[in-house]
């Protein structure tokens, strides 16, 4: 007899936006953008702390697609703990290293546009976003350097 | 800031630019001349109480100091920002620290660094980091008869309208990459005047071997990449996912590398013929 699985996967509480089909999400601790698609995009929305993966699926069979399994929010949610985009520790990894091919043949009946992604992306700070000068270039105020910060020795850090 | 009031005491000025006062003081008034030449486009001499931020120039007098080479300084406020045997590396500071500060501190306009031409009336915006070939893609654009916004920003207001920022392209020539300031005059183009329609957002960085083959990349992903350039996402990130949202939501967005400049410029700009044809 197999033991009943208790994790219930909590999202984290974080600034998002839905864009079309899309969810922009920013993690201001880590200043992580993310861009989900919609099948992520449900998955991380039912992931309220209460449901446990069963219910996860249950909840989007009835709600966004019938044809979505279990293998596929499993894969989902690995992906979104990958991102930082999940509180809780204990979800199991599932599908990290395999293939894009591998996760199409697991996910069986689910077309190719509803495979979960996740799109991550360091949100730049002010002096990042500039032009500036890469390490090594000569300097000689923080402002024109990349990294912000121009060394002792007038060479971008 | 006591130390500075006795350093630097000659001649000064304020002024506003894109919804913000600074003040400029140097003890040089001959000085005065060369800073402003390196305001931003559309900036107003004006005079005010107070400023957002405040300039500080020391420039050495040479007349009495002939046994050594002093130093050129620049602060922001009461921090030092440059200290240079050179006038022209101390106005490069300015011009970097200012441009950087309307950038971030602006809350009504959001700044994107970017190349920016008009091509039938509509804004091509090139985002891109430093040493991505940017500025010759702006270029060849300029060549081939694309009217000049500017090679440093996209500059979006509410609307999404990209308004000009029209400053001396800066094009990196010889073996060290030095940047050289051209005018957009030696182009023989327009320069844009007033805020025109987003039509057309490309990603893309040169690559030898590259040939323009561009995918077209969803709004979320497009919104993403925009907000990568973007210079006040970490200081007001709501306004700025609404604002990346709003551009990219109805805007053509290609993402992918490019060979030479001249073959990607002719594929856009025939198919924005087309289009409009």
Request: net charge positive; proline share 6%.
């Amino acid at each position: 007899m197999q033991q009943k699985e208790t994790v219930k996967p909590k999202r984290l509480d974080v600034f998002s936006r839905e864009v079309m089909d899309e969810l922009l999400i920013y993690d201001e601790r880590t200043h992580l953008g993310h861009c989900l698609n919609w099948t992520a995009a449900a998955v991380w929305r039912a992931c309220d702390g209460e449901r446990t993966i069963a219910d996860i699926t249950r909840h989007l069979q009835a709600q966004v697609n019938p044809d979505i399994d279990e293998q596929t929010v499993r894969i989902t949610l690995s992906k979104l703990k990958s991102a930082g985009l999940l509180l809780d520790e204990n979800i199991p990894a599932e599908g990290e290293t395999l293939s894009r091919r591998e996760v199409m043949r697991r996910i069986g009946t689910i077309t190719a546009l509803a495979l979960p992604v996740v799109t991550t992306m360091l949100m730049p700070t002010p002096a990042r976003a500039a032009s500036c000068f890469p390490p090594l270039h000569a300097c000689n105020a923080n402002t024109q350097c990349c990294s912000g910060r121009c060394g002792v020795n007038l060479l971008c850090l | 800031m006591e130390k500075l009031y006795r350093l630097v005491q000659a001649d000064g000025f304020s002024f506003k630019s894109f919804g913000l006062t600074f003040g400029v003081r140097t003890n040089h008034p001959l000085a005065i001349d060369m800073i402003r030449a390196h305001l931003p486009p559309g900036s107003s001499v004006l005079k005010v109480q107070a400023v957002d931020r405040l300039y500080s120039f020391f420039l050495p007098n040479s007349a009495r100091q002939v046994w050594a080479r002093p130093f050129h300084l620049l602060y922001g406020n009461a921090q030092t920002l440059a200290k240079t045997h050179s006038d022209a590396e101390l106005l490069e500071v300015f011009e970097t620290d200012l441009n950087l500060h309307i950038a971030t501190a602006t809350e009504r306009l959001f700044f994107i660094h970017a190349g920016v031409v008009a091509w039938k009336g509509k804004a091509i915006v090139i985002p891109g980091s430093s040493y991505t070939g940017k500025s010759t893609l702006v270029g060849e654009f300029l060549r081939q008869g694309a009217t000049y916004y500017s090679d440093e920003f996209a500059v979006f207001d509410p609307r999404g309208y990209v308004h000009p920022f029209p400053k001396p392209l800066g094009i990196r020539m010889g073996a060290d990459q030095k940047q050289t300031r051209v005018s957009p005059a030696q182009y023989g183009c327009a320069v844009g005047m007033k805020p025109i329609r987003l039509g057309l957002i490309l990603f893309t960085r040169y690559l030898p071997s590259a040939r323009w083959r561009p995918k077209v990349i969803s709004p979320g992903k497009a919104a993403l990449n925009l907000l990568q350039h973007s210079f006040s996402v970490r200081e007001r990130p709501e306004a700025a996912f609404a604002f990346a949202d709003k551009v990219t939501r109805r805007t053509r967005v290609l993402v992918g590398p490019r060979g030479e400049a001249k073959d990607l410029v002719r594929v856009v700009c025939q198919e924005a013929d087309l289009e409009k044809g």
